[in-house]
Structures are given as structure tokens and as C-alpha cells.
């Protein structure tokens, strides 16, 4: 069994397993017709329960023949033009490289012992996405699997500092858990379901967290947030932090950044944005401008595998001030010792000379892989403006897209999109027949459904208003207007059928 592990005797091995491997997904990215298959959960998965793991097929070949049968035959492939459905992007080659670099590789990310230069390029990523933000030079960061981690541990730093402040300024002793439930949370009601899961997780509880109603654009109204902020201090309650969004999930607004930073200073709140789809626009040649006021943050979290088109997972959460990281710091003898953090070292960037560079400092985490390589990669390869040149792409793409439904009488859009994402759903116009609402609901939900299981094509959902929508999220420079016309034609007739069907057996 020594032969399977990689190493100076198996490097041979190693070349032809990888190249094989490569092989078969490249002839599957080729051949691919549709963004999935269509296949069912009750076809697939019996075959996939059938599979006895106690008895190795040993041949590598076997081994991805079985992998053709239960995974590459039926994935969901995102760099289809069709793949309208959740934030997922296809990726750059550069990066699809990096990762398997690093795979192989194997560095963990969290003591300098382990990873070297690995360290020092996740730290210089970290400082040039500071840079485009325009944190200052007190910032600093960390990668993370996910927009919902950055944000949870922003949202850890957050609390804990709100609790520094509230006990350092209190006449008298305070304990932490006195303070926790009075602590609150204000974002819009068209954020991340993960700012609601952080508080649970944070000990405060989902009714910590205040949703802000949203203008008909779907930004937060700040008006709102000002009177909310003012009840909060006038309750004997204390404003933790204000969560904007730069790019909500199912329209891709942008909240007022520069009020809600201004707002949240009066209050003495911490500021965080999620820019987990947004964060495209920090490489976009023409519209970097979208996210004036997001250098004011206290706190960002950017998800480089949405729209810097890398694979999962590569997101980073980062902050103003770097000494706010301490709160997720615990030294362990065994890993990062508190003197080692004192003696001789190589210099490390964001001001850490003399110090060794250990990343698990400052994240939640503790062996992590070495995501930063894949951006490393893209970046050396393609450069920023051609990154963003394709984020806008999708963009230019979104607002032609919205031309084409707006126009077509049978679908009604929710808003012009600001990034990439368009909101919309099938409404039937019968001569003579008043079609009950919740019928309109399920003729959109049925179409969803149906074209997910014709394999045609991936389109997401969503609930407006309690309504029943449908929701194209753009991120695939290779889609077309006549793909987006396709899509709506296939949407049309599933909804149709579906109506047609219930109002024959209604009468």
C-alpha cells in the first residue's frame, strides 16, 4: 500500500494518475451539452449506496470508470452557458492549476512551519485586497472557506469589541454575559441568512439581529437604520454592529455605504460589509465607483470564488485594525507558543517583524489549505484588469438580459440589476381568466422544477413579497442573450403546461 503515497518513488505514479484524471475531465468538459443531466436522487442514489467501500478496485482506471458512473456523468457544470442558478462562476484555468499545486503540495496554512512561502503569499494577497478596498495601512486579514465564515468571525470580532467597550465604560464590574443579550445586530432584511446563523452561534440569539426594510431598489433604507439605531440606545440596548451588504444574494444590491458608515461611527458600531458577490467590482475597470464607502468599514468579507472566478474555496475576511484580530488568538504549546511569537524570524509583511508569521493567530481556524495559491496563480497570469474585465462581462450581460424580460408580456421583473442577477417570474395573461395568485406561485415553482429536471438548463428561485419568483444569477462570461431568450422560452412553456393542466381540472 506504500505505493499510493506520493513521494520521490512514486512521482512517476503521480504524473500518470493526475494526467488520466485530467484527461477524463477534460473530454467531459468538452462533450458537455447541458448543464446536468437531469438524473433524479431515487435513480442515483441506490446505485452510489451500492458501492461497497471495504473492497478497493485497486486500478486507477477502474476507479474513474466508477467515478464517470456516480459523479462526472451527472455534475452540475457550471461553465455551461445555461447554468443560470446559484452563485457559482466557472473558473480560470490559472487558478484550476494552483489548486492542483497545492493539493499536492498539501501545505497547511497555519503555522509558519508548515506552509514557508505559502504563509508570506496569503499575506500579501491579504494586503493587496486591503489595498483595493482602501483599509489603510493598519489592515489586515485572513482566508476562509466561505462568505459565511468571514462573516461569522467578523461578526465575533464585533462582539467582543462591543463588549470591551461596553464593560471598559461601565461605572461599575460588568460581566461578559450580562452585556451579550443586550447586543444587536442591524441589517437589511435582504442579507445573508448567515449574519442571523452568526448571532445564534455568537450566543445572541436570532432576535439579536434587526432587519432593516429595504427601499424598491432593495438597498437598506437608511432613514430606518438611523430610527432603529436611536431605539436601540433609547431601550438600554447597545448597537453591536451594522451589517451592509455590497451585492445581496437574490438582486445585487449595494447598500448607501457611506451613510451606513457614517451612521454606525455616531452610534459607535462596528461597520462590517459583506462583499462576498460584490467584491468583483474591486477589479472592475469601469465600476469600482459601486462600492464608494466600503474603505470605511470596520470590517469586509470578500468571496473570491463567486466573482473572481476561482473554484471553492477561496474567501477571506478582513479588517481596519489588525489588533481587533487578537479575539480569535489562543496560543497552544504545542503549535504556536506565545514566545515563538517573539523571537527570531523572517520579516513577515503588515508590520510583524522580528515575529513569526503564524496565520493561525488569526483565524477561527486551524490547518487550512493553501487557497490563497489558486488567486496567486490568477493573478500572475491574468492580471487584475482581465479578471475584472470578465465580472464585467456578466454585468453588461445582466442589463441586457433585464431588456429582454422586461420587454416579454409574459414575465414581470423586480429591479434593474446593479450586478449581475436578475429577479423575475411568469405571469399569465388569459383573456377572460383571472388566474388565482397562488396558481401563478406554483406554475413558477413547477417550471423551475421541471427545467432542472430536463438537465436544459439551471435556474434559481426565490420569494419576493411571499410571491413566488425566479432568479438568473450571471456569472458566466460565455452566456448569451439567446441563451437568456431560450431559457425564458423553455420557463414559459413548463409554466404553461403546468397552468393549462390545473385550470382544465379546475373547471
Not at 22 to 43: C, F, M, N, Y
Not at 103 to 115: E, G, P
Not at 287 to 311: C, M, N, W
Request: glycine residues 6%.
Amino acid at each position: 500500500m506504500r505505493s499510493h503515497l506520493l513521494n520521490e518513488t512514486t512521482a512517476d505514479l503521480y504524473r500518470r494518475a493526475v494526467t488520466e484524471g485530467v484527461e477524463r475531465v477534460a473530454a467531459k468538459l468538452a462533450t458537455t451539452e447541458r448543464p446536468h443531466t437531469g438524473i433524479s436522487v431515487d435513480e442515483l442514489a441506490p446505485v452510489i449506496n451500492g458501492i461497497d467501500l471495504d473492497r478497493p478496485l485497486e486500478d486507477p482506471a477502474a476507479v474513474l470508470d466508477e467515478l464517470e458512473e456516480v459523479y462526472l456523468r451527472d455534475a452540475v457544470y457550471f461553465h455551461h452557458p445555461r447554468y443560470l442558478g446559484h452563485l457559482n462562476c466557472p473558473v480560470v484555468i490559472p487558478a484550476v492549476l494552483g489548486e492542483a499545486v497545492l493539493s499536492a503540495v498539501n501545505s497547511s496554512l497555519d503555522t509558519w512551519d508548515q506552509s514557508i512561502g505559502g504563509t508570506l503569499i496569503e499575506r500579501r494577497l491579504i494586503d493587496w485586497t486591503a489595498q483595493r478596498i482602501g483599509l489603510g495601512p493598519d489592515a489586515d486579514g485572513i482566508f476562509t472557506s466561505g462568505g459565511s465564515q468571514s462573516n461569522f468571525h467578523a461578526l465575533l470580532l464585533a462582539r467582543d469589541e462591543a463588549c470591551r467597550k461596553v464593560m471598559q465604560s461601565s461605572e461599575r464590574t460588568l460581566p461578559k454575559s450580562e452585556v451579550l443579550p443586550k447586543l444587536r445586530i442591524f441589517t437589511s432584511e435582504a442579507s445573508h441568512f448567515s449574519v442571523k446563523k452568526s448571532a445564534a452561534m455568537l450566543g445572541l440569539g436570532y432576535e439579536a439581529v434587526i432587519a432593516v426594510p429595504v427601499d424598491r431598489n432593495r438597498r437598506m433604507d437608511t432613514s430606518v437604520l438611523a430610527l432603529e439605531l436611536e431605539n436601540c440606545a433609547a431601550e438600554g440596548l447597545f448597537p453591536m454592529a451594522v451589517v451592509a451588504t455590497a451585492g445581496t444574494t437574490d438582486f445585487g444590491s449595494i447598500d448607501p455605504l457611506p451613510e451606513i458608515a457614517r451612521l454606525a461611527a455616531e452610534h459607535s458600531a462596528w461597520m462590517h460589509v459583506d462583499a462576498a458577490y460584490g467584491c468583483g467590482l474591486l477589479i472592475s475597470p469601469t465600476r469600482r465607483h459601486l462600492l464608494d464607502g466600503i474603505e470605511l468599514a470596520d470590517s469586509v468579507t470578500v468571496d473570491y470564488h463567486k466573482s473572481f472566478f476561482q473554484p471553492v474555496s477561496s474567501s477571506a475576511m478582513l479588517v481596519r485594525d489588525r489588533d481587533t484580530l487578537k479575539h480569535a488568538t489562543y496560543h497552544a504549546d504545542y503549535l504556536n507558543p506565545l514566545p515563538s511569537a517573539e523571537v527570531g524570524a523572517p520579516p513577515a509583511p503588515g508590520g510583524l517583524r522580528g515575529k513569526i508569521p503564524n496565520q493561525v493567530d488569526k483565524s477561527i481556524q486551524t490547518t487550512r489549505r493553501f487557497d490563497a495559491l489558486k488567486l496567486w496563480m490568477t493573478l500572475r497570469t491574468m492580471g487584475a484588469d482581465g479578471l475584472g474585465s470578465l465580472f464585467d462581462e456578466v454585468i453588461d450581460l445582466a442589463a441586457a438580459g433585464w431588456d429582454i424580460i422586461d420587454a416579454d408580456p409574459r414575465f414581470e421583473v423586480v429591479v434593474k440589476p446593479r450586478i449581475s442577477t436578475l429577479v423575475f417570474r411568469y405571469v399569465p395573461r388569459l383573456e377572460g381568466v383571472d388566474v388565482r395568485r397562488d396558481l401563478v406561485d406554483e406554475a413558477n415553482l413547477h417550471a423551475r422544477k421541471a427545467l432542472f429536471a430536463s438537465g436544459e438548463a439551471v435556474v434559481a428561485g426565490t420569494k419576493v413579497d411571499g410571491d413566488q419568483y425566479l432568479k438568473f444569477t450571471l456569472l458566466n462570461p460565455q452566456t448569451t442573450t439567446a441563451d437568456i431568450a431560450a431559457v425564458l422560452d423553455l420557463l414559459a412553456s413548463h409554466a404553461e403546461q403546468y397552468l393549462g393542466e390545473s385550470l382544465v381540472h379546475a373547471s
